[in-house]
């Protein structure tokens, strides 16, 4: 395994005792320590501190209490980890295996858990041009390259006996602005519009936005919005959906603060003038539908499966999958079976990834990962083409806003088939609501048994100070190198 583990590394947590034979990687989220090398994060945090001064005042979201490690195995090979040679490292580590292992002629497993996307984002090279290159855009070039090195590495040693499958795990984490990404037609757009409805001052900043739109399509959204306010705005057209003929076409106006001093200063309340009403429109509107939320964007991911001559090339499928399918397919594939007297989540995949089958799953459910309300509450329900919200709200957004949590004793429904946007509900009093009402209570009973009758965690999240990674504990920061 190479890569973020994030499942405990002490003990019997550690991925060598969790049935790796390998590890190479940092055990936890790599925005979970200082480094030498902070890249690109928002707020951007300190580096460690040198020698042997102290440690200084943690910043929001910084963590600042111990460097960085790197795991070979079970020792700590470099802490700090530097973060720009990073990529390479698990590239040339990634590359080895797979070469010794096909080597061997025995079967192998590589699991590969990439930094990527995640803040910080790695400044591997300076960018000359940071306009025309941003840091975003110059992270996913180099997680392709890391890609495409392991994948010319199967190739050439196990093309057609290697099975390649590629995904993400979350949407965009809107937070941290510009270095989120994008959640596409995915907006979460009913939260947006409720929002937008909630008073005078929110609905005034909306028609200030819209009576500008006309001007900001004679330039680039970058041009305009930078130069202007601060903002670094797209529009993006909503797909059609179910009330279209009603509502007309829809416009997200999706937009990251990049200068939030100049945008506030430029826009004070109550100023009788362009912009009068910006503060309050971002405020109201940037409650986050992305990472955290149930909505899709929080969750819905792509994934790329490659197997010459079993793997069907050019085609993309509909089913509804999950990374729960993952162990279960890939222990299929391997002709062995799952343990017994266990429940899994996950389906066995593999007719859909090998081009036999649409059929993927008819429920999945969709717990809060910290967005409003409880962490960890199970607030929507999927259901073949729709979605049933029980709980609503938004993440935190760029400018540090959250979306209120909303209770629905009767649930939101969407078909997600028509409206991947999540704009409109369907009406309550609809023949199609009434007839999905019943099912989507029942399988929420369903699952919350299901939970109930096995819920045991397999991860430890200690904080216990004596498992501390620290492979020098008399530096402030634990610092050694090895590679």
């Known amino acids: 395994m190479i890569g973020k583990w994030h499942l405990g590394h002490h003990g019997s947590y550690h991925p060598n005792f969790r049935g790796f034979d390998y590890y190479f990687g940092i055990p936890y989220s790599h925005d979970m320590g200082c480094t030498d090398t902070p890249g690109y994060n928002h707020p951007p945090c300190p580096a460690c501190p040198p020698g042997g001064g102290p440690l200084r005042k943690h910043k929001r979201d910084c963590y600042m209490d111990v ?46 858990a990439l930094a990527h996307m995640h803040v910080p984002i790695s400044a591997t090279q300076p960018l000359p041009n940071p306009r025309g290159q941003r840091p975003y855009q110059a992270g996913l070039r180099e997680m392709d390259n890391l890609v495409g090195q392991i994948k010319d590495k199967v190739d050439s040693t196990a093309k057609e006996h290697t099975f390649f499958w590629f995904t993400g795990d979350n949407g965009p984490w809107a937070q941290k602005c510009e270095l989120a990404g994008s959640v596409g037609p995915f907006t979460g757009l009913w939260q947006t519009r409720q929002e937008r409805a909630g008073s005078g001052e929110d609905v005034e900043g909306w028609r200030w936005m819209e009576s500008h739109l ?67 429109m971002v405020t109201k509107i940037c409650g986050s539908s992305a990472k955290q939320t149930t909505w899709e964007g929080g969750h819905r991911v792509p ?15 509909t089913a509804l999958l999950s990374v729960l399918d993952i162990f279960p397919t890939v222990v299929a594939l391997a002709g062995a079976s799952l343990p017994q007297g266990r429940h899994f989540d996950g389906l066995d995949a593999s007719n859909v990834l090998l081009g036999r089958s649409q059929m993927g799953h008819r429920v999945l459910f969709h717990p809060n990962s910290g967005a409003a309300g409880e962490y960890g509450a199970l607030q929507a329900v999927r259901l073949e083409q729709y979605k049933a919200f029980f709980i609503t709200g938004g993440a935190e957004a760029c400018d540090g806003n959250i979306g209120p949590e909303q209770r629905h004793d009767l649930p939101l429904i969407f078909n997600l088939e028509e409206d991947a946007a999540e704009g409109v509900p369907l009406q309550t009093a609809s023949a199609e ?16 048994q299901d939970v109930a009758n096995d819920n045991i965690s397999q991860v430890d999240y200690t904080q216990d100070p004596a498992v501390t990674p620290c492979c020098n504990p008399y530096h402030i920061a634990c610092r050694c190198q090895t590679v």
């Open 433 to 448: 609501y009434q007839a999905v009402l019943p099912q989507v209570r029942k399988v929420l009973t369903d699952i919350l």
């Open 303 to 317: 994934a790329l499966a490659y197997w010459p001559g079993r793997v069907p090339a050019n085609v993309t499928s």
């Open 214 to 280: 006309m001007l900001a399509r004679r330039h680039s959204w970058e041009e305009y919005n930078v130069a202007e306010s601060g903002l670094l705005c797209e529009l993006v057209m909503i797909p059609p959906f179910s009330a279209w003929d009603t509502v007309g076409p829809a416009y997200h106006l999706q937009c990251s603060i990049t200068k939030p001093r100049r945008l506030w200063s430029q826009n004070p309340p109550g100023q009788q003038s362009r912009g009068t009403r910006t503060k309050e």
């Open 67 to 112: 460097a960085l490690p790197l795991y070979e195995n079970l020792c700590i090979v470099e802490q700090p980890v530097n973060l720009s040679s990073l990529a390479g490292k698990y590239a040339e580590k990634a590359v080895q295996f797979i070469q010794q292992a096909s080597a061997s002629r025995r079967p192998f497993l590589l699991y590969v």
